[in-house]
């Protein structure tokens, strides 16, 4: 398949390419140069989806309930009213692997809620650390799920910039050679089309 840039450097993506991958309008761009080509990733639009359990098929196995760190609960709101809670690794982890069960529902109803929640670097780095290392998710698929989590409506950014974070997942999906850590802290910015 060959297509011509338009006047405006637009590109066609094929149709059978767009069905595939399942790209649709209102999806983004992620656009980085690689020696003499150019690499594409698509991110979906936000959404309210559940994504509780995404990644239930890949984990290795499970984490007993006593490995778990012990942690009190939070203060009820924020400073400023913009997000009711912050959420954790702990909590994002049960969520996207369904681990164990019981735990996974009562996270999914917290982070498919409809109240605003703030999620900040560290528990995301934390997350992706857990899915790959205790749980043997491969690292695209942790990068992927992710990227849909960073999505959902209700999450915010918290000390940081959701968009800029997507960025450093991606940075970090092809290879084991830059961790999570290393790609967020980079701040290596590619352009956002």
Not at 30 to 39: F, K, P, S, T
Not at 56 to 76: C, F, L, N, Q
Not at 94 to 110: C, F, I, M, N, W
């Amino acid at each position: 398949m060959t297509y011509s840039v338009g006047p405006k450097g637009q590109v066609v993506i094929a149709k059978e390419i767009r069905e595939r991958l399942g790209i649709g309008p209102g999806w983004r761009v992620v656009q980085r140069l690689v020696g003499d080509h150019v690499e594409l990733y698509f991110l979906p639009p936000p959404h309210k989806a559940s994504l509780k359990g995404l990644l239930r098929d890949r984990i290795r196995g499970t984490v007993s309930e006593e490995a778990w760190p012990r942690r009190g609960r939070g203060p009820g709101g924020l400073p400023g009213g913009s997000v009711k809670a912050l959420v954790d690794s702990s909590l994002l982890v049960r969520y996207l692997t369904g681990d164990p069960p019981h735990l996974a529902e009562k996270a999914a109803q917290v982070l498919d809620g409809e109240e605003a929640l703030g999620i900040t670097e560290v528990a995301l780095v934390e997350t992706a650390y857990v899915l790959e290392s205790v749980y043997g998710v491969p690292r695209k698929e942790v990068v992927d799920a992710l990227l849909a989590l960073l999505q959902k409506e209700n999450l915010k950014a918290v000390g940081g910039d959701k968009e800029l974070w997507m960025r450093a997942l991606l940075l970090c999906r092809p290879s084991r050679r830059v961790s999570f850590g290393d790609a967020s802290s980079g701040r290596r910015p590619w352009p956002l089309g």
